[in-house]
């Protein structure tokens, strides 16, 4: 059974780059097709994905975040990262990594969601 956990600073100022990473167990991210996602949800507010990385190292990112965000993989320790650049307020939320298959609407394994708080 695959187990995705992510990991991460908690806390960040204004202007500041945020690195998350999702370890990943159970599987290796280079097989079965699948496609890795990050995805976060804002106070009071629903999903919202961020992009993804897949199998073939191919990415796709939102057109809102695309100019602010990478995403990359080491399959060396089986985890990809997210680095989100220039942070504000708004980016304020509780960051999940996924596999699934985005195109389709369907993540199929979540990690278990990790607090990231944008405070000056």
């Known amino acids: 059974q695959v187990q995705l956990q992510e990991s991460g600073p908690g806390l960040l100022k204004p202007s500041q780059t945020l690195s998350l990473s999702c370890s990943v167990s159970?599987?290796?991210?280079?097989?079965?097709?699948?496609?890795y996602s990050w995805i976060r949800q804002s106070p009071g507010k629903g999903l919202e994905w961020i992009g993804y990385?897949?199998?073939?190292?191919?990415?796709s990112y939102s057109p809102s975040l695309k100019s602010r965000t990478s995403i990359s993989r080491d399959t060396s320790k089986n985890h990809f990262t997210l680095q989100l650049r220039s942070v504000t307020i708004e980016d304020t939320a509780v960051y999940y990594c996924?596999?699934?298959?985005?195109?389709?609407?369907?993540?199929?394994?979540w990690g278990q969601g990790t607090q990231v708080t944008v405070s000056s």
């Open positions: 996924a596999r699934g298959f985005p195109l389709y609407g369907l993540f199929l394994s």
């Open positions: 990385i897949n199998y073939n190292d191919r990415t």
């Open positions: 159970g599987d290796s991210i280079t097989s079965g097709y699948y496609y």
